[in-house]
């Protein structure tokens, strides 16, 4: 079976850096980019950024320039994100998913980690 | 950036309605659309990819058209377990974007 499987909640003080991961199992690792998104409290979907575990390619949202970054280890078939000098407002349910990594692949997005709660407080 | 407008954000219906949300995306995105289904505390679940090949496992009465700008998602008749609220997400370039949500209330 399908699985990515996301490290468990966190909570930080404002200015510090929070790292999330999401192993992945049942699949060819290199076979699927990830992406990481995430939720803040009663509000929508935001993505974050992409990874391709295979050649380690990144994108991120310009939002998140220069505090994020995406690795992976694909000895143990597990993606980071890190997120730095967070503050109040990255609190928020993170959550890694994968997408098919072929050539205008039409196939995002259909297995999700189970989330990972980020609390930021003083 | 695409922006993505999704309509209604809130709407409330009866078991057996007919419901239908739209996403219309500022520019072209050929058919790199699909839809998601959230439940409160819950993973987001997709529905529907390539903005109309329904997910193995997602029950027939979902369905989704359209492609370019103007997209929907329809749901022939509403069951108990549909209310929940559904976004849109472009993934034809970055930086990928969700719409706001329409979150299907029970009238």
Redesign the interface.
């Known amino acids: 079976q399908v699985h990515l499987v996301q490290s468990g909640a966190d909570v930080k003080k404002p200015g510090a850096s929070v790292k999330v991961s999401c192993k992945a199992s049942g699949y060819t690792f290199t076979s699927y980019l990830i992406h990481w998104l995430r939720q803040a409290p009663g509000q929508g979907l935001e993505w974050m950024g992409v990874i391709n575990p295979s050649g380690a390619s990144i994108y991120y949202a310009q939002k998140f320039q220069g505090r994020v970054a995406m690795t992976r280890d694909t000895s143990t078939s597990t993606v980071y994100m890190e997120l730095s000098d967070i503050r109040s407002d990255d609190t928020a349910v993170y959550y890694c998913a994968r997408e098919q990594s072929s050539p205008y692949s039409n196939d995002a997005l259909d297995i999700w980690g189970q989330g990972t709660m980020v609390t930021v407080s003083s | 950036d695409i922006q993505m407008t999704q309509s209604p954000s809130a709407m409330s219906a009866s078991v057996g309605d007919r419901v239908t949300i739209t996403c219309r995306a500022s520019q072209g995105i050929n058919?790199?659309l699909?839809w998601?289904q959230?439940k409160p505390g819950k993973?987001?679940k997709?529905l529907i990819?390539?903005a109309s090949s329904l997910?193995s496992g997602v029950p027939s009465r979902f369905s989704g058209s359209g492609s370019g700008t103007e997209f929907t998602l329809t749901i022939s008749s509403l069951q108990p377990e549909d209310f929940a609220t559904y976004?849109c997400?472009q993934?034809n370039s970055?930086?990928?974007?969700?719409?706001?949500?329409t979150k299907v209330e029970i009238k």
Not at chain 2, 94 to 101: A, C, I, M, S
């Open positions: 058919n790199y699909a998601f959230q993973v987001p997709r990819y390539a997910q976004y997400l993934h970055y930086p990928w974007t969700f719409g706001q949500g």
